[in-house]
């Protein structure tokens, strides 16, 4: 057994995240079954490496229910044995590094935003009170209460959603592509001011490849529409910084859907000495520079994730009900539904 700093370290980035009341840490067993899954989709054998039978209900992860893995009892799996079996893993191929740091990461974010969904207290009168100026008169009093109550809780949850996700999708994307996400302080792309120069301010990066001098933009898609008009000039200068810093643009795109931004964008960064990965060309692109094990994490655990649902192109969405009940939300159509626990102490 490796007792190495780098196997310690990996051992904590996989167990916990967050501070304080926000932290999440998950247990050795739930570990263990998450090393389990990587080497099961690795085709590696789970007898050579050790590890014994682990009663899962599915080896598809996105189908096991997290209730299940929060109830998992240790069962002799120990600090020593996690650390072990990751030192083995490691010594097997140094890509398994990425491929468990990104699973605990989607884990503990799903393990999150179920807590979330779980505490998301309902809004109060005094926060939707105001927007009834809007609608006021339009129908029942009390159905325009609920319906802003429903559609406040709503936003709330979005939001905190598009939160979680942003802090997951681009360190995963950007570790795949052999990069890591740069913040502005150290970023050495630096904004250019109005005359042109570049100044001491830097530009963060969504992920940035040192060695190939290559800084990427991720995104999930570019809509018609932009999200104001100032913020789509920021999009259009940062090929332009690039450039002047000596580093090759590369916009990529996961949502094959065409737009007028879209079509402007990739212009500036063909400009730029720069490229466009769109819908299919972006995924293969990703697998190629993941490698042979991230490429199966990405196959796995994010295109399934974020492609099929697109391919679903909802025009016209189906009638849902919402219903509060005491201990649990359930959001139902007429085939299925979709039951969320909450909280005694909200």
């Not at 905190?160 to 502005?184: D, K, M, N, W």
């Not at 530009?203 to 190939?212: E, F, G």
């Amino acid at each position: 057994m490796s007792n190495s700093v780098f196997i310690k370290n990996l051992y904590t980035k996989c167990r916990i995240h967050g501070a304080g009341e926000a932290q999440v840490a998950i247990s050795d067993a739930e570990i263990y079954v998450l090393i389990a899954l990587v080497a099961n989709d690795l085709n590696w054998s789970l007898d050579k490496l050790g590890i014994g039978q682990i009663g899962l209900p599915t080896w598809n992860y996105y189908e096991i229910d997290l209730d299940w893995f929060e109830s998992l009892e240790d069962n002799g799996v120990t600090p020593q044995l996690i650390l072990s079996l990751l030192d083995t893993c490691v010594k097997k191929d140094q890509d398994f590094v990425l491929f468990i740091e990104n699973l605990s990461a989607l884990h503990r974010r799903r393990i999150k935003f179920k807590r979330i969904l779980s505490n998301q207290p309902v809004p109060s009168m005094e926060q939707i009170g105001p927007r009834t100026l809007l609608e006021y008169g339009t129908c029942d009093i009390e159905l325009l209460a609920n319906w802003m109550t429903w559609r406040k809780w709503i936003y709330d949850i979005d939001n905190r959603s598009a939160q979680e996700t942003g802090y997951l999708f681009e360190p995963i994307l950007a570790s795949s592509l052999g990069g890591e996400t740069v913040g502005a302080k150290n970023s050495p792309i630096k904004r250019i001011d109005e005359n042109g120069r570049a100044t001491t301010n830097g530009r963060q990066v969504d992920c940035l490849i040192a060695h190939t001098s290559t800084a990427y933009e991720l995104k999930l898609r570019v809509t018609i529409a932009a999200s104001g008009q100032g913020r789509f000039t920021e999009e259009l200068s940062f090929p332009v910084e690039c450039q002047a810093a000596g580093y090759k643009p590369v916009l990529l795109v996961l949502d094959p859907t065409p737009s007028n931004k879209l079509k402007e964008l990739s212009r500036k960064y063909l400009e730029c000495g720069g490229k466009l990965l769109q819908g299919e060309q972006a995924w293969k692109h990703m697998e190629k520079q993941a490698g042979a094990v991230m490429s199966v994490f990405i196959k796995k655990y994010i295109k399934p994730a974020i492609k099929l649902v697109d391919d679903l192109e909802i025009k016209s969405p189906q009638k849902i009900s919402l219903e509060w009940h005491e201990s649990y939300i359930e959001i139902a159509s007429a085939t299925a539904n979709y039951v969320i626990p909450r909280s005694d102490n909200e």
